[in-house]
């Protein structure tokens, strides 16, 4: 710690910042514009000056800019001082020369850092009195809204953009007072994270384009702590909601998770809330169609199903929170009770819970992921599947170039000089697909089959073992060269990092990570493996322990049940039509939860509206095991209910045990805990119920929200009383408690004067620092550090190595290719997202294409071949699809879409045929 | 559809089919002397310009896939210099110098010669496609203030005057 001397005021702080992030973890009031927690320091804006003193004699001083002024002991600074106070509000006024001032219509206004800046350096009134420059603005696609007029050239967005995100297709044109953010063209922005932009820019020019359609301000949002659903690694939200529908998304920090960034599937897939088709009603089946019933009518009509059934089971979901799936389970009882994924993930899943928990290589956060300095991707295209996975290893191959800077003893957050001194040097990382990825460019990259993807993987790990007694010789073979600069590249990183995931469904695959992370786990305990899950509690279903969608079918087949109850779940997602209809079609009575229709609930006999993330409370478990928790943003209109409620009221509707007790989400957590104590720590991942704060509840509303008492008259002129909310501790309303909750509470960034996202700081530790009182979540994985050296089973390679025979000639290997925008059921049904959701196609490499003689946009057959692997073999599908080229798709390979909306692939790998639609 | 839901785009292609041979050749001579193809960047445009005396969206998008970068990254580059032509110019480009030393000296008188005469404001050119008129910085010739050039030549110690003689000598 050092000593610095702000003001005449001695303060302790941590040495390794600027004076600007000193002063802002203080909680000191100091202005920035071209400074970012976590973009580092450029010095461009000159907003940050202050006065530095040489010692207590100086009286004269000097300007400095604080952003760029390192922490030293003993230094002494002042904000206070006129001199310095005058040149701010001098820079503030330059910089907003040309600004608009249009804040009534700007949908920065009430949540931007300009306004609270200028509000903090008092420039109140303006004196330019000429001409503005003008621009035109830009179509920059479904996501992010352009208004250049009121950009004030604080280079924040480009640096975000192109530096730490990696897309080249933003950038800063012309000079002087002309210069223009944007592209060179209209055109959607390439990068899939660039919804952040609305966060970075500290005003009006980039904004939410989906809530400008049904805009409100910040003050008036109804919000609160929320956990993305769009993929597993479980990003932290804040969800705003006005009149029943969502409004928008923005990122809340947690610096173990997702830190300031989300990505824009996270960002903008929301709006599935909202759509008209949602299911508000429970629904009968009669005569062919679904009728509506009343909440009453349907809880009667369960309990009659209940009580009538001859053996029921309950299918849990990936997707719901693990307090759904565990009320099901109770409500079944846990002998029925189903994991609602096919075998082949359950299997998948299960496989790699069982490489996290054993160890040694431990699965590190997102934000450990940001400093591994080395890693290898096996089979997954992250941007494409765990997006913001992949800008977090970005940020990794970073770290090397780094670490040459601080050799040259300049910090991390001195941005400007670190690149300088990196230049366009990156540190180690070698992905390994079938198809190229987004982050090929800063990689070294292999190409091939799932198979030949393991078997990378496998000799990757030999070399490391290897590499241990002997150096690795240079090969001249292409690939044992590559697999020897992998070996030795992740054998020498400080914290190497291996990732997988299950999208190619391939069990070698999690094997040969598991085995390169156990060879480099013997040498070096930092050593990680991070596991990329499709799901928002993937891995907390898993947890439970249940038996996949086949042992249902089987139950129902069997004749053992004949009553289903389907939580949160489109079960031909997940199966061959004709397992799903075994399950569906075969059972008597198909009850299903859901917030939309999908094929499964056209099949059911009664459907409940269950209430999306905005609507309910619960947890989920994210890929590194972290169970975090969600709540509720709004009290969706009658009789839409969380899914855990329903069951517990159907438990209670037919008096069924403990389950029909259960009044609140803690009762659900405590008995979750006590049925199933490997979820112990997840009553840790939020304060209960019953938590205050200066014995008030935490105001989900800004104290400006408006309109409260007007916003139902057009129905009742009485004002209604707020709901309560028995479930946590926070209150729909404005009132409560005044200061800062701990992390999992915080339902909004907030803090007088600070109204924008930039309010962040005031929540740290420390900037960019772990909140308050820490990071919110609980670990339920943790392996035991080596101390016993542990042999890994060692199953996946001979299996590999013994493949099944050669396939027939014609026949090739189809592999699913995923899109951030339309693999994830959800965020597709979101407007803005399914603008950018592909055709379905099937893609080949030009050269294959060539030798079938197709060219690109042909319309091709494609045919799933009967001589499919064993285990693997589905009803035999055809389509017509149009031919893509591919070019980094491997050879040999086809290439099909996974998940899209109106497209069901088959089960993939498969072997198809391929020819010429006649 | 958006270019990042595609699958295996091609990379940029690198044949720039609207590049003329010279400029190519040219280009290339350039590029043998950096190690970075981007280092040539500024070069790269000048040569382009001066073969068709300005830089269209067309042929930047031609130069960035010849230099291998993005149009985005080209055209930042073109458009933070002011003397490289975003839109077409006539066939004398006149810039006046307006920093101080010129501007304490008579700039303003001018410029309103200048375009009373030529008939066109700054950023202009005249509809016979003959001149430009562009506002320039210090020329560096302070001591001779105000200034302007033309084309490549330097004009000194002006008066509203000389500005016709000097015009006449450029057709
Ligand atoms: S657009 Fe926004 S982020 Fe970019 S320079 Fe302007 S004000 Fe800064
Ligand atoms: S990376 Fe995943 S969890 Fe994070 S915002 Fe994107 S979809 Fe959501
Ligand atoms: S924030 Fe310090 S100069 Fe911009
Ligand atoms: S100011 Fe015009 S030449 Fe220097």
């Not at chain 1, 198979?451 to 990757?460: K, N």
Request: charged residues 25%; proline residues 7%; contains cysteine.
């Amino acid at each position: 710690m050092a000593t610095i001397v702000v003001d005449n005021q001695p303060y302790q702080v941590h040495p390794d910042q600027s004076l600007l992030a000193a002063c802002l973890g203080l909680g000191l009031d100091l202005p920035y514009f071209c400074w970012h927690p976590a973009l580092g320091s450029v010095g461009a804006c000159r907003q940050c000056a202050v006065k530095q003193f040489r010692d207590e004699k100086d009286t004269r001083g000097r300007l400095v800019m604080a952003c760029m002024t390192p922490v030293a002991e003993g230094i002494r600074i002042s904000i206070d001082h006129p001199e310095a106070v005058e040149f701010r509000a001098g820079i503030i006024e330059g910089l907003m020369q040309s600004h608009p001032h249009d804040c009534p219509v700007c949908d920065e206004g009430g949540e931007c850092h300009l306004q609270d800046m200028t509000v903090m350096t008092g420039h109140a009134y303006r004196r330019y009195e000429f001409a503005k420059r003008t621009f035109r603005n830009q179509d920059l696609g479904p996501f992010v809204a352009h208004e250049m007029n009121r950009c004030i050239q604080c280079y924040r967005c480009v640096r975000y953009y192109r530096e730490y995100a990696g897309e080249y297709d933003l950038n800063a044109f012309s000079l002087r007072n002309q210069v223009y953010f944007g592209r060179s063209e209209d055109g959607v922005l390439e990068s899939e994270f660039a919804g952040n932009l609305v966060e970075i820019c500290p005003t009006g020019v980039f904004t939410d384009k989906t809530l400008k359609r049904h805009y409100t301000r910040k003050w008036d949002l109804q919000m609160a702590p929320s956990v993305c659903v769009h993929c597993g690694l479980g990003c932290n939200i804040t969800v705003g909601e006005r009149y029943g529908t969502i409004r928008r998304i923005v990122n809340r920090y947690n610096g173990d998770v997702n830190g300031y960034f989300l990505c824009d599937r996270g960002r903008f897939g929301y709006e599935f809330v909202n759509r008209p088709e949602r299911i508000r009603r429970p629904l009968l089946a009669r005569d062919g169609a679904l009728v509506p019933l009343t909440a009453e009518e349907a809880l009667k009509r369960l309990g009659m199903l209940l009580a009538s059934a001859s053996g029921m089971i309950g299918i849990g979901s990936p997707r719901a929170s693990l307090e759904a799936n565990f009320a099901l389970r109770k409500l079944v009882g846990a002998g029925h009770f189903f994991a609602g994924v096919g075998e082949r993930e359950h299997r998948l899943v299960g496989l790699g819970l069982e490489i996290l928990r054993k160890g040694p290589a431990r699965t590190p956060s997102l934000a450990e992921i940001e400093k591994c300095d080395a890693a290898l991707v096996l089979g997954e295209d992250l941007t494409n599947v765990a997006p913001r996975m992949a800008l977090a290893l970005r940020q990794g191959t970073r770290q090397q170039p780094m670490e040459l800077a601080r050799q040259k003893g300049i910090a991390d957050w001195q941005d400007d000089h670190v690149r300088e001194v990196a230049q366009d040097e990156r540190g180690p990382l070698v992905i390994a697909t079938p198809n190229q990825t987004r982050l090929d460019s800063i990689a070294t990259t292999f190409r091939g089959s799932p198979d030949d993807l393991a078997l990378f993987g496998f000799a990757v790990a030999r070399a490391i073992e290897r590499s241990s007694q002997a150096p690795l010789e240079d090969s001249a073979r292409h690939e044992q060269a590559l697999i020897n600069e992998t070996a030795r590249a992740l054998a020498s990183a400080k914290r190497p990092l291996v990732v997988a995931g299950i999208s190619l469904a391939s069990e070698s695959m999690l094997q040969a990570a598991a085995k390169v992370a156990w060879a480099l786990a013997k040498s070096n305990p930092q050593s990680a493996i991070s596991l990329a899950t499709p799901e928002a509690n993937t891995l907390g279903l898993a947890m439970m322990e249940a038996p996949a969608l086949e042992s249902a079918a089987q139950t129902i087949r069997e004749g053992s049940a004949d009553t289903v109850i389907v939580l949160e779940n489109n079960l031909y997602r997940r199966a061959d039509s004709r397992l799903a209809d075994d399950v569906l079609k075969r059972a008597k009575h198909v009850v299903v939860l859901d917030f939309l229709p999908s094929e499964t609930t056209a099949v059911a006999e009664l459907v409940l509206p269950a209430g999306t993330f905005g609507e309910s409370d619960g947890t989920f478990v994210n890929n590194e095991g972290r169970a975090q928790r969600f709540l509720q943003a709004f009290v969706p209109e009658e009789p839409v209910l969380e899914s855990w409620r329903w069951l517990a009221r159907a438990m209670a509707a037919s008096d069924r045990g403990e389950g029909a007790a259960w009044k609140n989400l803690d009762d659900v957590l405590g008995a979750m805990v006590s049925a199933l104590p490997v979820f112990g720590p997840v009553r840790d991942a939020a304060p209960d119920s019953g938590y205050r704060m200066a014995g008030a509840k935490i105001p989900r509303e800004p104290h400006r929200y408006s309109g409260r008492t007007a916003m139902l008259a057009n129905i009742n002129v009485n004002e209604p009383k707020p709901p309560d909310d028995p479930d946590s501790p926070l209150a729909f309303s404005m009132e409560g408690a005044p200061k800062e909750p701990p992390g999992a509470l915080i339902p909004f960034f907030w803090s007088p004067g600070w109204n924008s996202i930039q309010a962040t700081n005031k929540f740290q530790s420390e900037i960019a620092g772990p909140l308050k009182g820490g990071n919110p979540g609980a670990r339920l994985i943790e392996p035991p550090s080596l101390t016993v050296p542990r042999q890994p089973a060692d199953t996946g390679e001979t299996t590999l190595l013994l493949r099944g025979p050669e396939p027939p000639a014609g026949v090739c290997l189809a592999v699913p290719l995923y899109h951030i925008f339309g693999s994830e059921e959800l965020s597709s049904w979101a407007p803005a997202v399914r603008e950018l959701v592909p055709k379905p196609y099937v893609a080949l490499n030009p050269e294959d294409a060539q030798a079938l003689g197709l060219a690109e946009g042909q319309i091709v057959r494609v045919a799933v071949a009967t001589s499919s692997p064993p285990g693997q073999s589905k009803d035999g599908k055809e389509f017509s699809l149009a031919l893509k080229l591919a070019s980094g798709l491997a050879s040999g390979l086809v290439g099909l879409p996974a998940g899209l909306p109106d497209f069901r692939e088959p089960t993939m790998p498969a072997w198809v045929t391929i020819s010429k639609a006649s | 559809m958006c270019s990042r839901t595609l699958i295996g785009e091609e990379t940029p292609s690198q044949d720039a089919k609207m590049l003329s041979p010279e400029e190519r050749q040219e280009i290339e001579a350039e590029l043998a002397r950096y190690p970075a193809k981007q280092a040539v960047t500024i070069d790269a445009l000048l040569i382009v310009q001066k073969h068709r005396g300005w830089v269209s969206d067309e042929t930047l998008k031609d130069l960035a896939a010849f230099l291998g970068m993005t149009v985005e990254d080209l055209d930042g580059v073109a458009t933070f210099y002011n003397l490289i032509f975003r839109k077409p110019v006539g066939r004398h480009v006149v810039t006046v110098c307006d920093s101080v030393s010129c501007w304490i000296m008579g700039y303003e008188k001018i410029r309103r010669r200048l375009t009373k005469d030529l008939g066109i404001e700054l950023g202009q050119t005249t509809s016979d496609g003959r001149f430009t008129l562009l506002p320039i910085v210090c020329l560096g010739t302070c001591d001779h203030a105000p200034a302007m050039m033309v084309g490549r030549d330097l004009y000194r110690d002006l008066t509203p005057e000389k500005l016709q003689g000097i015009l006449e000598k450029y057709r």
